[in-house]
C-alpha cells in the first residue's frame, strides 16, 4: 500500500520560511517522480514544484527563487523549502508521486497523493 505523508506546515509570518517534507512508503521511490501542489480555498490545486529521481527539478513561475524541491532517495523522501512566504502561498500542500520520468504541472497525471499539510501565512 502506498503512502504519501506530509508534514511541516504551520503558520509563519510573512517574509518567514517552513521546509515540507514529504516521505513516501509502498513505493519504488527512485521510479518515481515526486511533486508539490498547493490548493487554496475556493481554487484549483495547482502545480508548484515537481523533481526527478535523477535531481533534474522544475517549478512554477511565481515560487521560482523562493522555493526549492530536493529529494533523498535513500530516505524516501521529498522536501520543499519554502522561503520568503507571501500571504498569497497560504494553501493545503499536497505530496504527489508519477510514476516514470516525465514531470507533468497536470494533477490528474499523479498516481498517488498525500493527505496535504496546511501552510498560513500571515501578513
Known amino acids: 500500500q502506498v503512502q504519501l505523508v506530509e508534514s511541516g506546515g504551520g503558520l509563519v509570518q510573512a517574509g518567514g520560511s517552513l521546509r515540507l517534507s514529504c516521505a513516501a512508503s509502498?513505493?519504488?521511490?527512485?521510479?518515481?517522480?515526486m511533486g508539490w501542489f498547493r490548493q487554496a480555498p475556493g481554487k484549483e490545486r495547482e502545480f508548484v514544484a515537481a523533481s526527478r529521481s535523477g535531481g533534474s527539478t522544475y517549478s512554477t513561475d511565481s515560487v521560482k527563487g523562493r522555493f526549492t524541491i530536493s529529494r533523498d532517495n535513500a530516505k524516501n523522501t521529498v522536501y520543499l523549502q519554502m522561503n520568503s512566504l507571501k500571504p498569497e502561498d497560504a494553501a493545503v500542500y499536497y505530496c504527489a508521486a508519477r510514476l516514470g520520468v516525465v514531470v507533468t504541472t497536470k494533477s490528474r497525471d499523479y498516481n498517488y497523493w498525500g493527505q496535504g499539510t496546511q501552510v498560513t501565512v500571515s501578513s
Open positions: 509502498g513505493l519504488t521511490f527512485s521510479n518515481y517522480v
